[in-house]
């Protein structure tokens, strides 16, 4: 492996306070890292080229996770079937000479959540560690901020009007993030493979007016779903919430090494977070059964406290079809649609989103009793996790 | 990589290679069929696609010009009397319904849903309406539907408003004011096929719809690459109409979006958000004229209706039209699109090229008379004039380039790659792909990439459209 090529790029000044004084290769406090980034404004970063300066780091390469069909046990493990997947793993903080070996095998479902705020300055390294398990393929990967304003070729990750990195090397994304909203990111390359095995992820940005505090319906907010100036889209609690799925066809022949089913495609593992329900309500990160390692380690469990306004920061990366989305007994406020706020809004039971749509829902609890109520997709046949039933797309929101 | 990529590598060069030595003038309108009075025949006929396959089709083919798919795309002006004679040279009846528009039809014999052309050239129809209203619209057969739809009896009518003159880009709006003023505009006509319905139909064998299972997808009758191909390309007889959307930073994109076949799909825009302006022929407006002053979050420049919506994907329904207002500048990404500022360079005129030497070149100065953060003629955003680029990209052999890529990251400069990668970006712009985000449907049968996908090119200021 050319581990000379892998090269983890947080810029720092030389000579602090002078713009033009930028190292590459400068230092970083890693011992701080608490959220899977490195950010100048919690001190991370000595001599930031930015005050705001965020700098992430991202392996991309293959893995395991395994199904939520755990009753039907379909492959006698005890934990579901377990599928062959790529993906990305966060490796922010790693030295760039154990990046690889951390990458490798590392995949996670969904890719890491990438949560930023407006004015952030993102430097995000994508090490492309390979596939282990099919050293046939030499794909090269990127990141595609789906939704991205004003994007440019080069950081858009689109691989046909852009650079992909191949194996055993860094290609890092600059990102000014000049604008809050629910987006989304995936690799690009080969899209409709890439994105059916895994790489797909929750990536959503806060606004500028969080940490004010706006009073709206007699009730004090201090964080919101967008500068909305009047706190209509303040809320106490978000949940992003990512509609994909698996086609265990198309899984089961890639690590065959037979050829893709593209025509056939169909999501028979239909999923929230990277998990069908009950998985979606469990809290605990879940191993898989190739290593053990904890390749899902996002839940989609949504939890609140009575009274709490409940932001939903919904997203499809399904490859396949629209789904509609119901929270039974709590109205849906639908706030925002493609990362910017609606200019007007409105209440429903239902909402729908392709793949690449994502909407901003909010939840108000008051006068909700506690209890648990659900989250489903009410294309019921998508309730399932193949062979077995009540499953699929569904989470819980539980009310304290 | 495997085989099929390998093939389909070398379609999308070929595309692309035509794109820029073959495509000629006049990009910025929708080509189809002008004036008042059309006769349309319904007919059989055969379209190529990009995997190989050839799948019969039943269309509409403008008077005695070769069968087409999509049918040919209407474009009539308001308040024009428009008259649409059918003749039908298929083995069932067949009829054209308009919605939107009050129709009046006469001849043929009566069907279910308005009156039918008969097999064998032997009946005509004449539908009538006036197009009252601006905006992007559809026409089908209203008969058989579900199969004569999915065989290729599907098209776009276009109702210019009062005024428009294709001469006079002053005058070029959607709806007849400046909340839909735009400076180029695409078609996409969305559809999917499934070839073992064409197959049967196309033999006179039954055709049972209920086992529908598309495995290729279309904007304007071309599967990708060949929707950037050029429009009227020889070797697509039958497929007139390319989808080759381009801009020059700043300038208005109208998208007239249709749902042509029975599948929803979501349309992607990379590069930007669009302001949905109309639904089915009506802007989204709480009242006449009412509209938004963009500023803050603003897409694009200028006004749009009150109730129009920012996204960067469309939901795309059966049936239903839209139309979307796209812009691209770069605002705020930090850097200096352009590059360095090249100290060498006098553009006192403004015109992106240096006064003496007609290069291409970016100077010190960005021009904001007008105080809305943008060069008055380049539409540069002026507050990342002269920024430098904020990464160190790896090294060439670490990279894989695609096609469209210019080989450096600036607009208007491109810059040398390995061999054998990308060069078909001459002008050195940005491609932004615009697809269906259901990826199964960047396919051809089985082979991707293809289907619902096509790239967006800003062109640098100071070029020329291709
Ligand atoms: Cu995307
Ligand atoms: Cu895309």
């Given at each position: 492996m050319a581990g000379a090529s892998v090269f983890f790029q947080c810029p720092t000044l030389s000579n602090p306070g002078d713009p033009g004084s930028v190292i590459y290769n400068g230092t970083f406090a890693d011992n701080v890292v608490v959220d899977g980034m490195i950010r100048a404004d919690q001190g991370e970063i000595l001599n930031p080229v930015s005050p705001r300066q965020v700098c992430v780091h991202l392996s991309s390469g293959d893995g395991f996770v395994n199904m939520a069909d755990k009753q039907l046990d379909p492959d006698g493990n005890g934990m579901g079937h377990e599928q062959y997947m790529f993906g990305f793993k966060n490796i922010t903080g790693i030295p760039d000479a154990e990046a690889m070996l951390a990458g490798m095998l590392a995949a996670e479902f969904p890719a890491p959540t990438l949560k930023f705020k407006e004015g952030d300055e993102v430097y995000l390294s994508l090490t492309n560690v390979g596939m282990m398990m099919r050293p046939d393929l030499f794909d090269p990967h990127t990141v595609h901020w789906h939704g991205f304003p004003n994007a440019s070729a080069i950081f858009d990750g689109e691989p046909m009007s852009s650079v992909s990195i191949n194996m055993g090397a860094t290609l890092t994304y600059y990102y000014k993030v000049i604008e809050p909203g629910t987006f989304m990111y995936h690799c690009h390359v080969e899209a409709t493979e890439h994105m059916q095995m895994g790489m797909l992820g929750n990536l959503y940005v806060t606004p500028a007016q969080d940490g004010t505090q706006k009073s709206f319906g007699g009730r004090t907010y201090s964080k919101f779903a967008y500068n909305d100036g009047d706190g209509s889209t303040g809320y106490h609690v978000d949940f992003p919430v990512q509609i994909l799925g698996f086609d265990s066809n198309f899984h089961d022949q890639h690590i065959a090494v037979q050829p893709l089913p593209f025509a056939e495609m169909y999501d028979d593992y239909p999923m929230l977070n990277g998990r069908g329900y009950p998985d979606t309500v469990n809290p605990a990160p879940l191993p898989n059964s190739f290593d053990g390692r904890l390749s899902q380690p996002i839940p989609a469990l949504i939890t609140a406290n009575q009274g709490e306004r409940i932001l939903l920061r919904l997203s499809s990366l399904s490859t396949v079809a629209f789904h509609s989305l119901t929270v039974q007994g709590i109205p849906m406020q639908v706030i925002g649609e493609g990362s910017r706020m609606r200019r007007s809004f409105y209440t429903t039971n239902t909402v729908t989103l392709g793949g690449g749509q994502s909407m901003e829902v909010l939840l108000d609890t008051q006068g909700v009793a506690p209890g648990t109520y659900f989250l489903y997709t009410t294309n019921l046949d998508h309730l399932v996790n193949r062979q077995e039933e009540y499953g699929g797309m569904m989470t819980e929101i539980v009310i304290q | 990589m495997d085989l099929y990529r390998y093939r389909i590598s070398g379609a999308l060069l070929l595309a692309a290679s035509l794109l820029f030595f073959a495509a000629t003038g006049a990009v910025a309108a929708i080509d189809g069929v002008t004036g008042t009075s059309f006769s349309f025949t319904a007919r059989e006929g055969v379209i190529a696609n990009p995997d190989g396959s050839v799948i019969p089709i039943w269309g509409y083919a403008n008077g005695d010009q070769a069968v087409q798919y999509p049918g040919p795309t209407l474009i009539v002006n308001q308040g024009a009397t428009v008259t649409v004679t059918l003749t039908n040279q298929l083995a069932e009846p067949v009829s054209i319904l308009f919605p939107g528009q009050k129709v009046t039809a006469t001849g043929g014999a009566s069907g279910l849903l308005t009156r039918e052309a008969l097999p064998g050239g032997a009946s005509q129809v004449t539908y009538t309406f006036t197009a009252s209203h601006p905006g992007t619209f559809t026409y089908y057969s209203g008969s058989h539907s579900d199969l004569q739809v999915e065989m290729g009896l599907v098209g776009a009518l276009i109702v210019r408003p009062a005024g428009y003159d294709p001469q006079n880009k002053a005058t070029w709006t959607a709806y007849g004011d400046?909340?839909?003023?735009?400076?180029t505009e695409t078609l996409f006509l969305m559809t999917e096929m499934d070839p073992e319905l064409h197959y049967r139909a196309g033999a006179g064998l039954p055709a049972d719809t209920t086992g529908f299972f598309p495995t290729i997808w279309f904007y304007n009758g071309r599967a990708a690459p060949d929707t950037m191909a050029p429009a009227g390309a020889g070797w697509l007889p039958n497929q007139p109409y390319n989808c080759l959307p381009q801009a020059h930073p700043g300038e208005r994109v109208l998208m007239r979006i249709i749902g042509g076949g029975r599948d929803s799909h979501p349309h992607h825009t990379h590069g930007n958000n669009f302001e949905l302006i109309a639904r089915d022929g009506r802007l989204l407006e709480s009242a006449p004229g009412a509209s938004a002053l963009l500023v803050a979050d603003a897409p694009v420049f200028g006004t749009v209706p009150d109730l129009a919506v920012s996204n960067f994907t469309q939901a795309v329904i059966p049936g239903a039209t839209y139309d979307t207002i796209f812009t691209w500048t770069g605002q705020g990404l930090g850097w200096d699109p352009y590059g360095a500022i090249d100290s060498a360079c006098t553009d006192a005129d403004h015109d992106g090229k240096d006064d003496v030497h007609g290069r291409m070149c970016h100077d010190a100065s960005c021009t904001d008379t007008n105080g809305d953060g943008f060069d008055d003629a380049s539409k540069e955003y002026c507050a990342d004039h002269g920024k430098p680029f904020p990464v160190r990209l790896p090294g060439q052999q670490d990279l894989t380039f695609g096609q469209f890529y210019s080989g450096g990251p600036f607009l208007g400069s491109a810059a040398s790659l390995p061999?054998?990668?990308?060069?078909?970006?001459p002008a050195a712009g940005y491609f932004f792909m615009w697809h269906s985000h259901n990826e199964k449907e960047l396919t051809n049968n089985d082979i991707f990439p293809g289907g619902m996908l096509t790239m967006f090119l800003v062109l640098p200021f100071g070029t020329d459209m291709p």
């Open positions: - | 400046a909340r839909s003023a735009y400076d061999p054998g990668q990308g060069g078909f970006n």
